[in-house]
Structures are given as structure tokens and as C-alpha cells.
């Protein structure tokens, strides 16, 4: 069943629609507190025409799109109109949901055919969603996505990887698919989360995680027009972290995608993990502004505290356009690691103008 596998792609090769913050139930970890009393949805026509300017970036750079939420099925037409019109342009359509919709094998196959312009779609399959929606929707769901021949995978929020709810959990998945196809995330302090942080045990660590981030590979469109450079934490910071890429009501996508390939905060982020930004502040004498821990492997983590911080926003801007070194390993980093020129192009040409 390897082909089922969601597989990573190349920056900018996909691009995330939140359809909604409106959810069938409002989950206590939800970075965006989505819930059945949110209103924000995104418009047809400004789906139908960001999706547009999507397929026009680069003659059709973008190869797939993802529908999200909120719960993206809640309004089901609204969800149909958009993956239809992505479809007809070409672009491979996944959708994230919670499964409230399978019921019984028969109903989650009949949803599923009423999608047939969606080819992926990920499963929401955690403790916190399966207080509000039964176990047996997410193998009902799993079980019509094969039936039909879509693509899938589950995706898993915990505490813990060592929670035994969890690996209760992840056994109970176990039995109807490989582990291949499961994705799990940490629940981390932040949106209604944040509310009861001090209840969960998590491992800290003086040192910022290692991990480089694939999530901020692919950024996501909100219903306002708002582009980010990742669907993890930052989707919740102000506008002055670096990660907030523009906004589609001021700028076209292509003005907002082409000015991404420099930003060399999200760059460094991707290619060597938010802990190179932590070095060059201590590098360059701020310690003092650095948090006190972090979760200990959560690179998510690091992030959001960096990021957070508007003077630490500022100053990482400001070290780095001094820093020709730090742009060079970032360019070279990039290109060495995920295969992507662009960056060393531009450092250049730059080179170059300063030659001359």
C-alpha cells in the first residue's frame, strides 16, 4: 500500500486553503479554536481566485492544494464547489476532516463519491477528537478512502509519544492500517491548549530541538487573505513574525510566493531547524533575550517562542542582512539539502551588483 503514502514535497509545490474555522466540535488542543460557533469561511470567488493565481505561479509550479479547517466538510457544497474548481485546474486536491461524516461504511463511502474531485485525505484520529466523535467514523472513513481508491493518511495529536492513551490509541489504529500512514504530532501549550498547559507533563530542555521542519515547506491561505509560510504554530502569531508571508487582499500571490524565496529566517528554518536562530542570537551576545527551556524534540516549539517575540523578530532581521555568512550557509544549506537553487542564484546575482 506504499502508494497511500503521503510523500514530502519540494517548497511551494502545495498550497493550503482553510475553508473555515467552523467545526462540528471544538477540541480542547485546536491551535485555532475552531468550534460550531465560529463564522469565518472562506468566499467562493475568492477561492476560486486565489486558486487561479495558484495555477498561474510559475506556469503550474504548484502541483497540489489542501483543503482544511475548521472541519472542511461541515458545509459540504462550499467544500464540493472548491475542490471541483482546483480539480479542473489541474491540481492533485487533499482535504484534512474529522470523520464526523462516517457513520457507517455505507454513508462515508456515499460522502466520499460526492467528492470525487478530492484524491487525498487525512483523518483527524486523536483522544481529544474521539471524546466528541467515535473511533468507529475514523475506520469508517479509512475504509471508504480505500474503497473508493483515494489516497490517506491519519493524522495523530498527543501529549506524549510515551502516553499509554496514546499507545492504546496508536494500537487500535494499528489494526486496519500500517504505521506508514499514521502522522503524529505534539500537542503543544498553544490556542485553547494553552489553557490547560500546566495539566500536562511535558519534558523540558535547556537546548532547542535539532529537527529541521518540513511543514514549512508548504504555505496556507486563510479566509481573510492572510498567507503563512506553515500550518504549525505561527499560523496563530501577529504579523511581524517572518513567517507571515503577506496578504492576498494587498498583494497577488505571485508578488507574495516570489519574495518568499529570500526570506532567509524561514529558509534557515527549513533546512537546518529553528535552532540555527537560536545560535546566531547567542552568537551575537543575546542570550538574555532567549527563552528559558523549551519542549524537549519539539522544533514547533522553538518557533513559536522565537517567533513570538517582536524584538527577537526584529533583531534576527537586522543580523542577518549584516550577516553575509549566515545567508551563504543558508543559500548553499538549501541548495545541498532539499535540492532548491534558487536561493544561491539570487546570492549570485547580488554578488555580482556588489562586484560591479
Same mark, same amino acid.
Given at each position: 500500500?506504499?502508494?497511500?503514502?503521503?510523500?514530502?514535497?519540494?517548497?511551494?509545490?502545495?498550497?493550503?486553503?482553510?475553508?473555515?474555522?467552523?467545526?462540528?466540535?471544538?477540541?480542547?488542543?485546536?491551535?485555532?479554536?475552531?468550534?460550531?460557533?465560529?463564522?469565518?469561511?472562506?468566499?467562493?470567488?475568492?477561492?476560486?481566485?486565489?486558486?487561479?493565481?495558484?495555477?498561474?505561479?510559475?506556469?503550474?509550479?504548484?502541483?497540489?492544494?489542501?483543503?482544511?479547517?475548521?472541519?472542511?466538510?461541515?458545509?459540504?457544497?462550499?467544500?464540493?464547489?472548491?475542490?471541483?474548481?482546483?480539480?479542473?485546474?489541474?491540481?492533485?486536491?487533499?482535504?484534512?476532516? *474529522?470523520?464526523?461524516? #462516517? /457513520?457507517?461504511?455505507? $454513508?462515508?463511502?456515499?460522502? !466520499? +463519491? &460526492?467528492?470525487?474531485? %478530492?484524491?487525498?485525505?487525512?483523518?483527524?484520529?486523536?483522544?481529544?477528537?474521539?471524546?466528541?466523535?467515535?473511533?468507529?467514523?475514523?475506520?469508517?472513513?479509512?475504509?471508504?478512502?480505500?474503497?473508493?481508491?483515494?489516497?490517506? *493518511?491519519?493524522?495523530? #495529536? /498527543?501529549?506524549?509519544? $510515551?502516553?499509554?492513551?496514546? !499507545? +492504546? &490509541?496508536?494500537?487500535? %489504529?494499528?489494526?486496519?492500517?500500517?504505521?506508514?500512514?499514521?502522522?503524529?504530532?505534539?500537542?503543544?501549550?498553544?490556542?485553547?491548549?494553552?489553557?490547560?498547559?500546566?495539566?500536562?507533563?511535558?519534558?523540558?530542555?535547556?537546548?532547542?530541538?535539532?529537527? #529541521?521542519?518540513?511543514?514549512?515547506?508548504?504555505?496556507?491561505?486563510?479566509?481573510?487573505?492572510?498567507? %503563512?509560510?506553515?500550518?504549525?504554530?505561527?499560523?496563530?502569531?501577529?504579523?511581524?513574525?517572518?513567517?507571515?508571508?503577506?496578504?492576498?487582499?494587498?498583494?497577488?500571490?505571485?508578488?507574495?510566493?516570489?519574495?518568499?524565496?529570500?526570506?532567509?529566517?524561514?529558509?534557515?528554518?527549513?533546512?537546518?531547524?529553528?535552532?540555527?536562530?537560536?545560535?546566531?542570537?547567542?552568537?551575537?551576545?543575546?542570550?538574555?533575550?532567549?527563552?528559558?527551556?523549551?519542549?524537549?524534540?519539539?522544533?514547533?516549539?522553538?518557533?513559536?517562542?522565537?517567533?513570538?517575540?517582536?524584538?527577537?523578530?526584529?533583531?534576527?532581521?537586522?543580523?542577518?542582512?549584516?550577516?553575509?555568512?549566515?545567508?551563504?550557509?543558508?543559500?548553499?544549506?538549501?541548495?545541498?539539502?532539499?535540492?532548491?537553487?534558487?536561493?544561491?542564484?539570487?546570492?549570485?546575482?547580488?554578488?555580482?551588483?556588489?562586484?560591479?
Amino acid at each position: 500500500m506504499a502508494e497511500n503514502q503521503f510523500n514530502e514535497v519540494p517548497f511551494l509545490s502545495n498550497v493550503g486553503l482553510m475553508l473555515t474555522y467552523k467545526c462540528t466540535i471544538a477540541c480542547p488542543h485546536c491551535i485555532v479554536k475552531a468550534g460550531p460557533d465560529r463564522k469565518e469561511e472562506m468566499a467562493l470567488q475568492s477561492a476560486y481566485k486565489w486558486l487561479d493565481q495558484i495555477r498561474a505561479f510559475r506556469d503550474g509550479f504548484v502541483c497540489g492544494v489542501s483543503l482544511t479547517g475548521g472541519e472542511p466538510f461541515y458545509n459540504m457544497s462550499h467544500l464540493i464547489s472548491i475542490a471541483d474548481y482546483a480539480h479542473n485546474l489541474g491540481f492533485i486536491v487533499s482535504v484534512v476532516s *474529522n470523520a464526523y461524516w #462516517a /457513520t457507517s461504511r455505507e $454513508e462515508a463511502l456515499r460522502i !466520499l +463519491k &460526492l467528492c470525487s474531485s %478530492i484524491q487525498m485525505i487525512s483523518i483527524s484520529a486523536d483522544v481529544p477528537h474521539q471524546k466528541y466523535i467515535s473511533f468507529e467514523n475514523v475506520k469508517n472513513a479509512i475504509w471508504a478512502a480505500k474503497k473508493s481508491g483515494k489516497l490517506y *493518511n491519519i493524522a495523530v #495529536a /498527543t501529549e506524549s509519544m $510515551e502516553s499509554p492513551v496514546y !499507545l +492504546k &490509541l496508536m494500537d487500535e %489504529i494499528l489494526e486496519f492500517t500500517d504505521k506508514e500512514f499514521v502522522n503524529t504530532a505534539i500537542i503543544l501549550p498553544i490556542g485553547r491548549a494553552e489553557a490547560g498547559a500546566k495539566m500536562i507533563d511535558y519534558k523540558h530542555s535547556s537546548e532547542p530541538a535539532t529537527t #529541521a521542519c518540513s511543514m514549512a515547506s508548504f504555505p496556507i491561505i486563510f479566509p481573510n487573505g492572510k498567507v %503563512i509560510a506553515c500550518i504549525g504554530p505561527p499560523i496563530t502569531l501577529p504579523e511581524f513574525n517572518p513567517l507571515y508571508l503577506g496578504n492576498l487582499h494587498q498583494e497577488n500571490l505571485n508578488e507574495i510566493f516570489e519574495k518568499s524565496e529570500s526570506n532567509y529566517v524561514l529558509h534557515a528554518i527549513r533546512t537546518f531547524g529553528p535552532k540555527v536562530l537560536v545560535d546566531l542570537l547567542r552568537t551575537n551576545g543575546f542570550e538574555n533575550l532567549l527563552p528559558d527551556n523549551y519542549l524537549e524534540g519539539v522544533c514547533c516549539d522553538v518557533c513559536f517562542k522565537l517567533l513570538s517575540n517582536q524584538t527577537i523578530c526584529h533583531l534576527l532581521e537586522d543580523l542577518i542582512e549584516k550577516d553575509e555568512k549566515f545567508r551563504l550557509k543558508t543559500a548553499y544549506g538549501r541548495h545541498y539539502y532539499l535540492n532548491e537553487s534558487e536561493m544561491i542564484s539570487q546570492v549570485e546575482q547580488n554578488n555580482v551588483k556588489t562586484d560591479y
